[in-house]
């Protein structure tokens, strides 16, 4: 207690840490402007203890240095053990303190500082729910060391918190066990506990004496242990929520979000995702981006609507073959690079067909990978079959405990090993899995793409931006109705999209029947023919255990994401693709319209949405 009577917290026995900033500067394109990415990297506090080193502990005096650098070392480390779960934890403390802190000391620079003017000087968005310990601090940092009332803090937090959420899917709504936070950061959940009571009263007079409600509200989610749900804190405290596709808006209005939904009727708004056509077309692919300045001029670079102008020459028979040689130069460029990387020789003149992206079983690679197995094995029974020659092109990077992303990567690789040296069937199929997944990687394989595997589980992706890039530079999806998916063959038109698969409705109405993946097993002999390869060993030289946690997912495990439900639809519709692939004209048609029609999709409407929208900014002249 302080003189006044008020209740005080201090922080005791702490481990201290320095943030140190580093700075990138973000240049703007075509402006004088400048703006700065502020990065932070985690210092020991004290880095040497001279004391213990004249004893002898030699390492024991710089135990204290690794320990600090340790927090930034790695981001995302392993979480499947109690250990990653704290340095997580940890880790997004870290973050966030400094980041408030370092807001807090520029805000207290400007002329006549008042802290009822702070939501004009900064607004504070929450990309996903990895930062939304930010809420806690920011409150612990009004109350406790600027002396605000509850609320007047509380005030202040919900005029300067917005939140984007990026996925439905409930294990990356991030929860925490509510042991772990109270040993990491006991203040903060004492700050939490009270942001929930408050709330609390609020749900029970919207709907009093429903204990439903407010268990499925409450930021607490009761358990053995009981877990800190920190998507829940997010909404509560932000002014806006925003998801990043109309479907996924939709979606969390409907289910994730619908309670919250009801009490803040006007609080979730969409912002369908954007990508930078600087970097995703003038820069990656320099070829194609002087075509389009030649035909349209450059204003498209700044406005990406202007691509529409391309429209009128998709039918030119010589804009469509220079079109088309600038594809072929890419995939002779990507050609190189695979045999650099991978060992593997491949043919430019054959199909290109790409799926590179985070590596999670709702994206299904492994469907992608039942479709190649089973084109390979019906090649084998018929040598002979006419078929567009394909080289199917993978690449991705797994969360470190992801025990599954690993063995479908593991399987991709092992499958393309046997395809790929099998002489049988004349180099018509090739399977590649580039290592190392990156944006600069990415920059080589997008401007090469010719088809773009866009074939999440309905109801699962978010919205994607790999799509975008790939349609971008005239790749043709195949793809479900899925996250951006959706908006982007209304874009350029569903004559221009590869569509197959369930909807929403149909995912949710076959679970609530019952899904039950042997009937697809049992019944169809592709299905059970490329299965039945996985866990015999046949693609791991008789190792039949290598790959049979894969096999048993789909089938003891209850294949979650219903690859085996959609596989005659995809299998379908990858037939429909070689059939197009062989009209070289009308193909280009497609391909050109995509680029034409991309111009909804660019960054630049979506921050300015952002800004209109939610943050309330004006650009600076």
């Not at 925003?242 to 939709?250: E, I, K, P, S």
Request: neutral net charge; glycine residues 6%; contains cysteine.
């Amino acid at each position: 207690m302080d003189q006044d009577g008020k209740k005080r917290y201090f922080w005791v026995d702490t481990a201290k840490l320095t943030g140190v900033p580093h700075d990138i500067p973000i240049v703007g394109y075509g402006t004088e402007t400048v703006n700065f990415l502020r990065l932070w990297e985690s210092r020991a506090h004290a880095e040497f203890d001279f004391d213990i080193f004249n004893r002898g502990g030699y390492i024991d005096a710089v135990q204290e240095k690794m320990r600090g650098e340790t927090v930034t070392k790695v981001l995302y480390p392993n979480d499947v053990t109690e250990t990653g779960k704290e340095l997580r934890l940890v880790q997004q403390y870290f973050f966030v303190a400094c980041s408030i802190h370092d807001i807090i000391r520029r805000f207290k620079k400007t002329p006549s500082w008042q802290w009822k003017n702070f939501s004009k000087h900064a607004t504070l968005q929450l990309n996903d729910t990895h930062p939304s310990v930010a809420v806690a601090e920011l409150m612990r940092v009004l109350v406790d060391e600027e002396s605000l009332s509850w609320d007047e803090a509380w005030g202040i937090c919900t005029e300067v918190f917005n939140y984007t959420n990026h996925t439905l899917l409930p294990e990356a709504l991030e929860k925490w066990p509510l042991p772990l936070f109270q040993k990491v950061l006991p203040r903060h959940l004492l700050i939490i506990y009270e942001i929930n009571s408050r709330f609390l009263q609020k749900v029970a007079q919207k709907w009093p004496g429903d204990l439903e409600k407010m268990r499925n509200l409450s930021i607490i989610e009761e358990g053995a242990p009981q877990y800190v749900r920190m998507a829940h804190l997010a909404v509560i405290a932000s002014r806006y929520v925003n998801g990043v596709a109309a479907l996924h808006t939709d979606l969390l209005k409907r289910f994730l979000f619908a309670d919250f939904n009801a009490l803040y009727p006007k609080k979730i708004q969409n912002k369908t995702n954007g990508i930078t056509p600087r970097r995703w077309l003038k820069a990656c692919n320099p070829n194609l981006s002087a075509l389009v300045d030649e035909t349209i001029g450059p204003e498209w670079t700044t406005n990406l609507d202007k691509l529409v102008g391309l429209e009128k020459h998709a039918s030119d028979k010589s804009f469509q073959e220079r079109f088309a040689k600038i594809k072929r130069q890419n995939k002779e460029v990507l050609s190189e690079l695979i045999l650099e990387k991978c060992g593997v020789s491949v043919d430019p003149d054959s199909l290109f067909d790409v799926q590179i992206k985070r590596l999670h079983e709702y994206k299904r690679q492994h469907l992608n990978l039942l479709n190649i197995i089973a084109a390979y094995q019906e090649l084998l029974d018929n040598p002979g079959m006419d078929i567009v020659p394909r080289v199917f092109i993978f690449s991705a990077k797994a969360a470190p405990g992801y025990y599954m992303a690993k063995k479908i990567i593991h399987a991709i690789n092992a499958v393309g090993e046997v395809i790929n040296r099998d002489h049988r069937i004349k180099g018509k199929l090739k399977v590649v899995f580039i290592p190392n997944y990156s944006v600069s990687l990415a920059e080589k394989i997008v401007p090469a793409a010719e088809v773009s595997e866009q074939i999440s589980t309905a109801g699962k992706e978010a919205s994607g931006t790999g799509n975008m890039k790939l349609s971008l530079n005239g790749a043709l999806t195949i793809g479900t109705l899925d996250g951006a998916n959706v908006e982007i063959m209304e874009a350029v038109g569903r004559e221009n999209f590869f569509l197959f698969g369930m909807t929403v409705e149909e995912v949710n109405a076959l679970w609530a029947r019952g899904y039950n993946p042997y009937d697809f097993y049992n019944s169809n002999h592709a299905i059970k023919r490329a299965l039945d390869s996985l866990s015999g060993g046949y693609w791991t030289s008789g190792d039949y255990q290598s790959l049979q946690p894969l096999a048993n997912n789909l089938l003891q495990g209850g294949d979650p994401f219903m690859v085996l439900a959609d596989f005659n639809a995809y299998r379908e519709t990858q037939r429909k693709i070689d059939a197009a692939y062989r009209d070289q004209t009308k193909w280009q048609k497609m391909a050109i319209l995509n680029t034409a029609r991309m111009g909804k999709f660019s960054s630049d409407r979506t921050i300015q949405e952002y800004a209109d929208d939610i943050w309330g900014i004006k650009p600076l002249k």
